[in-house]
């Protein structure tokens, strides 16, 4: 594990734990809660999925931020985890459950591929996810549609600035370059750690994203100093950045606020360097694990995953569950969506950086920022070094399996 942005996160988690770390309990009542929830939604997020929790009855006290892998990880080594955890991904869960951390959930696998991941060696029903959301996308204005063939740098909103993870935005792009250029298998033996980083289908992804970044010097420099929500308060970098394209997942749609309803999306492979057929398709989930043996968290993480919490949260938050029996949404947008994420002619595969364990997570995100900041020097020694950092970890390290379905 790289020591430091995780470092420093950590010295501010563990100071921000000493003063109380801001949990909020629900209804504003005095009584100690009895189940403490970490998740990654603020704001407007943070105050929906509360509102959900509000229906199920049980006690809780929740505490949002986007650095929600640093604040778990603070809590876990001052030995006061939460009950439940929630990570933009699962990779971190598998340590932890290597480590012995996460507790049964007690409850038979629901979901296929690619929502449930396994790892050899550990539990099944140790992790599930709670929302999902669709990567394989573009989004534009409706009175501006896309060209038919690859954009531009200038076209792309991008911005590499986060609080919790600085340089995920564009490892998407690799991600989903590796995806539609190698196609599932092969991406799934890269995020697993199968493949290595300076193998051809990797190199020949990140020469691409490299040479878009090339093209436009000052765009490029753009893209390393924005927020990729775009500045507090607005309607994102789609509406307000000066570009046309940006290359967001489904959650994108919180940034445009009142701008919502003028957003569309396409699919991202005709729009890419990489040309225009479609392999698969990057989702994401975030996903939820007991770090106590409580009956309370454990009723009441199964409560959440039930159909009607889950058609709850989607109703109030505009959500998308992993459940296939939730229906979809109204609105053309959301049917899109919806049907995207249960197409099963086209497989989906989980953002691979996310199944990553964070040492080669963060090296990757290091790797991002370095090629846009010097998009003209060797892809290779960049790939060297994240190469390093998968193979100094330990040979027992668990790894994922079924992190991409099957077309059926």
């Not at 998968?390 to 991409?404: D, K």
Request: include cysteine; glycine fraction near 10%.
């Amino acid at each position: 594990m790289r020591v430091s942005a995780r470092a420093v996160l950590l010295l501010l988690c563990l100071a921000l734990a000493a003063a109380g770390c801001g949990l909020a309990a629900p209804g504003g009542g005095d009584e100690q809660p009895r189940v403490t929830i970490l998740g990654p939604w603020t704001d407007d997020q943070e105050k929906q999925f509360k509102a959900v929790l509000d229906t199920l009855g049980t006690p809780y006290t929740y505490q949002g931020t986007a650095a929600s892998r640093e604040v778990l990880l603070a809590a876990v080594q001052a030995g006061n985890p939460p009950d439940i955890a929630i990570l933009p991904g699962v990779g971190d869960l598998v340590e932890y459950a290597a480590e012995r951390r996460l507790h049964p959930l007690g409850a038979a696998a629901k979901y296929g591929r690619p929502w449930q991941p396994e790892a050899r060696g550990i539990e099944a029903d140790l992790w599930v996810p709670l929302k999902t959301d669709l990567k394989s996308i573009v989004w534009y204005r409706k009175d501006r549609p896309p060209p038919a063939y690859p954009a531009p740098l200038a076209s792309w909103c991008i911005g590499m600035g986060d609080d919790g993870a600085s340089g995920w935005p564009g490892s998407d792009w690799i991600e989903d370059l590796i995806l539609q250029t190698a196609g599932p298998v092969l991406y799934e033996r890269w995020a697993t750690g199968a493949l290595k980083w300076t193998d051809d289908p990797v190199v020949n992804a990140w020469s691409l994203w490299a040479g878009l970044l090339a093209q436009d010097p000052e765009a490029d420099g753009r893209s390393m100093r924005r927020d990729h929500r775009g500045r507090p308060g607005g309607h994102g970098l789609l509406f307000e950045g000066g570009c046309d394209l940006e290359h967001q997942g489904s959650f994108a749609r919180s940034f445009y606020g009142a701008r919502s309803a003028q957003a569309a999306f396409t699919d991202s492979a005709p729009l890419l360097p990489s040309g225009p057929r479609i392999k698969g398709r990057e989702v994401s989930a975030d996903f939820a694990a007991l770090f106590s043996g409580s009956a309370p968290a454990r009723d009441l993480l199964t409560r959440l995953t039930s159909r009607p919490a889950q058609e709850e949260w989607g109703r109030r938050a505009g959500v998308f569950s992993p459940e296939s029996d939730v229906p979809a949404r109204k609105g053309t947008v959301e049917k899109q969506i919806s049907g995207r994420l249960t197409d099963q002619r086209v497989p989906l595969c989980l953002d691979a950086s996310d199944v990553m364990p964070a040492a080669v997570r963060d090296a990757f995100y290091e790797a991002v920022l370095l090629t846009m900041a010097h998009p003209g020097a060797p892809v290779r020694d960049r790939l060297d070094d994240v190469q390093r950092v998968q193979n100094a970890q330990p040979a027992h390290t668990p790894r994922l399996t079924g992190v991409c379905s099957r077309p059926q």
